[in-house]
T-cell receptor
Framework: GDSVTQMEGPVTLSEEAFLTINCTYT??????LFWYVQYPGEGLQLLLK?????DKGSNKGFEATYRKETTSFHLEKGSVQVSDSAVYFCALSDRSGYSTLTFGKGTMLLVSP | DVKVTQSSRYLVKRTGEKVFLECVQD?????MFWYRQDPGLGLRLIYF???????EKGDIPEGYSVSREKKERFSLILESASTNQTSMYLCASSFPGDSNQPQHFGDGTRLSIL
């Protein structure tokens, strides 16, 4: 079945550092790919998405590119802020028609001033 | 903005009780989902529904059931709560069909079974 693998956290960075969170997937066909973010005490929010190979999703300074050849969707940000501290989930959506999501286990990011 | 509302943020129940978790969305979404979130395991799909009175099992349906009598409301039922069902429960909704449609999440219910 489908699966998503994320790098384990926590990832600890200083403010203004460069961020990469790795995500690779296994799926039949061509899924859509998502990054969700969960701030403390809240539900998940969509951060960005990409629906086909070579698409780049971007939002709030975060970017991720759908790489079919490496089955990856790594999240990057050039300069993190303390307010970016959260748990980040990579997910894929199959094309079964129900839009169900398969999530990675999440990566906690901690940014210090 | 889409609003997905879960009825309780925190809930404490006893082993063997029947527990209801309620979720309401205001965007006329056809699809609704229930997940549980556990440390180190991420989110796992329990059940989903793609229409009123329709339901499909997710990855971990054992010990749970669901009810969808109205389009905007999706209930998760723990028939006889057990301690291993202590978890964070998240409800989500989305438009149907197109896998490009993102899911919109509620803030979660942290359920403790004593």
């Amino acid at each position: 079945g489908d699966s998503v693998t994320q790098m384990e956290g926590p990832v600890t960075l200083s403010e203004e550092a460069f961020l990469t969170i790795n995500c690779t997937y296994t799926a039949t066909g061509y899924p859509s790919l998502f990054w969700y973010v969960q701030y403390p005490g809240e539900g998940l929010q969509l951060l960005l998405k990409a629906t086909k190979a070579d698409d780049k999703g971007s939002n709030k300074g975060f970017e991720a590119t759908y790489r079919k050849e490496t089955t990856s969707f790594h999240l990057e940000k050039g300069s993190v802020q303390v307010s970016d501290s959260a748990v980040y989930f990579c997910a894929l959506s199959d094309r079964s028609g129900y839009s169900t999501l398969t999530f990675g286990k999440g990566t906690m990011l901690l940014v210090s001033p | 903005d889409v609003k997905v509302t879960q009825s309780s943020r925190y809930l404490v129940k006893r082993t063997g009780e029947k527990v209801f978790l309620e979720c309401v969305q205001d965007m006329d979404h056809e699809n609704m989902f229930w997940y549980r979130q556990d440390p180190g395991l991420g989110l796992r799909l329990i059940y989903f529904s793609y229409d009123v009175k329709m339901k499909e099992k997710g990855d971990i349906p054992e010990g749970y059931s669901v009810s969808r009598e109205k389009k905007e409301r999706f209930s998760l039922i723990l028939e006889s709560a057990s301690t291993n069902q202590t978890s964070m429960y998240l409800c989500a909704s989305s438009f149907p069909g197109d896998s490009n449609q993102p899911q919109h999440f509620g803030d979660g219910t942290r359920l403790s079974i004593l």
